[in-house]
C-alpha cells in the first residue's frame, strides 16, 4: 500500500489481512490489468518478492496506528473504494 505524501506516494505497508475468497479473486482480476515493473512509490528498502501495480486502485483498510517510521499497524482490508477511483 501507499499514501500520499508532498504529492509523492510513499509505501505504508503490506495489506495481508480481511480478504474472503470472493474478494480476493475480485482484487486480484482488477491487479492483473495494472502490473508494473518496479515500485511506482517511494520505498525504504527493496522487496524483491514484491509484485508492483500502476496506482490506481483504492482501498479501504483499518489500522491500529502508525509506526514512527509511517507504516501502518495491523492494517485489514474492507473494500476497494470505486466511489473515490476517477
Known amino acids: 500500500m501507499g499514501r500520499e505524501k508532498?504529492?509523492?506516494?510513499?509505501?505504508a505497508g503490506k495489506l495481508e489481512h480481511g480478504f474472503s475468497d470472493k474478494n480476493t479473486k475480485q482484487l486480484l482480476t482488477t491487479l492483473e490489468k495494472l502490473k508494473a515493473k518496479k515500485a511506482p512509490i517511494v520505498m525504504p528498502r527493496r522487496f524483491p518478492k514484491a509484485r508492483?501495480?500502476?496506482?490506481?486502485?483504492?482501498?479501504?483498510?483499518?489500522?491500529?496506528?502508525?509506526?514512527p517510521g509511517g507504516l501502518?499497524?495491523?492494517?485489514?482490508?474492507?473494500?476497494?473504494?470505486?466511489?473515490?477511483?476517477s
Open 6 to 11: 508532498n504529492g509523492q506516494l510513499h509505501y
Open 52 to 67: 508492483w501495480v500502476q496506482p490506481r486502485v483504492l482501498v479501504d483498510a483499518e489500522f491500529r496506528g502508525e509506526t
Open 72 to 85: 501502518l499497524r495491523h492494517p485489514s482490508y474492507k473494500g476497494i473504494r470505486r466511489d473515490l477511483m
